[in-house]
């Protein structure tokens, strides 16, 4: 964890201290501060907007309960990351998981107006060929930047099961992004 990564984390959890004691504030400071972040993540297990929002808010409310008990073994950053990944498999268990149109999506992530749409897009389109499993761990260890530990504790699996999810997700990704984006020469074996 570099500098400025140990400086945030160490002011989430002072806001987690304070939301132990029920400061409401510093409950509106760490949704604000990680919403879009979660968003982008949880776009990544489902593409229902509904129940990504639906999520966010469980997961902080789940925050809110047991903010007492966080035991600083992860960053803040990690913990609620799972959090947000088991409230996202409850929700997707009760209510199923339907695709949304992906200019939804990219309205989520806040995309940066300088940034390549044509590549977003495509890469969007790359990452619907990997089972749910896989986007999700793509997303925490590229999007977002966690280590494969992280992801593992996150996700709740071996280090082992991370690095094999990722390494078939790169697989998938250098078989199909080839066939997207038109290119010749696609790779033998491409499993569209």
Not at 6 to 26: H, K, P
Not at 36 to 44: A, E, K, P, V
Not at 131 to 155: M, P, T, W
Request: glycine share 8%; net charge negative.
């Amino acid at each position: 964890m570099n500098e400025s990564d140990a400086r945030d984390d160490a002011a989430d959890r002072a806001l987690l201290q304070r939301m132990a004691r029920g400061d409401r504030v510093a409950l509106g400071t760490l949704y604000h501060g990680y919403h879009g972040r979660l968003c982008r993540f949880l776009s990544r297990l489902t593409r229902r907007q509904d129940i990504v929002e639906e999520v966010v808010n469980d997961c902080f409310w789940v925050a809110w309960q047991h903010a007492g008990e966080f035991r600083g073994d992860a960053r803040v950053s990690t913990w609620l990351m799972g959090i947000a990944y088991r409230c996202g498999l409850k929700a997707l268990r009760r209510q199923g998981d339907d695709p949304v149109d992906d200019a939804i999506l990219a309205d989520m992530e806040g995309a940066d107006p300088g940034e390549d749409r044509e590549l977003r897009d495509l890469l969007n389109k790359a990452m619907q060929h990997l089972s749910a499993e896989q986007r999700v761990v793509v997303e925490l260890v590229y999007g977002v930047g966690h280590s494969l530990n992280e992801v593992a504790a996150i996700v709740q699996c071996p280090v082992g099961t991370v690095k094999a999810r990722l390494f078939h997700a790169r697989v998938k990704l250098l078989n199909v992004l080839p066939a997207l984006s038109g290119e010749d020469g696609a790779r033998e074996g491409a499993t569209p």
